[in-house]
């Protein structure tokens, strides 16, 4: 589902290009990712791209008001082809300046399994939502479900 209310809320279809295409968009995009400042409460999942590619698990809000996630820069590196144009001529219009994107940014984390988190992350997951911890885990799979400490 392409969303136009926020900016590069895609799912991309195909499994995207076999190394990263750092341009003026992807930097300029990288440039405004680190401006933008985190929503809470935590979305609370993950977007997960095609490649496998993660997102954090929280959206982030650029200056100018525009919602983000943080796969946003791995979209425009290895899926450019799926970003709707309107949205990649925002993006070259962003007013942020250009950086070099991490690693981090162009290739989004590594997937990881509730269980494998740290103590604290799992934590502040919980912290972050005004849902029960049971909803929260609802989605894990059979077997991780929240044991009593
Ligand atoms: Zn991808």
């Not at 400042?37 to 200056?63: K, N, T």
Request: net charge negative; with cysteine.
């Amino acid at each position: 589902m392409i969303s136009d209310e926020d900016l590069l809320f895609i799912e991309p279809k195909g499994v995207g290009a076999s190394s990263a295409l750092v341009d003026t968009a992807t930097r300029r995009m990288a440039a405004a990712f680190r401006q933008a400042e985190a929503i809470q409460p935590y979305y609370c999942g993950f977007h997960v791209c095609v490649c496998g590619a993660c997102s954090g698990p929280q959206d982030f809000q650029l200056p100018n008001d525009r919602k983000i996630y943080s796969l946003c820069v791995h979209y425009l590196a290895y899926h450019p082809d799926e970003v709707p144009l309107g949205q990649l001529q925002e993006v070259e219009q962003l007013p942020f300046g250009e950086v070099e994107p991490s690693e981090q940014e162009l290739e989004g984390i590594r997937m990881v399994q509730y269980d494998e988190l740290p103590t604290e992350l799992k934590r502040q997951l919980l912290r972050g939502t005004e849902n029960k911890p049971g909803d929260l885990l609802a989605d894990q799979p059979p077997g991780s479900s929240p044991s009593s400490p």
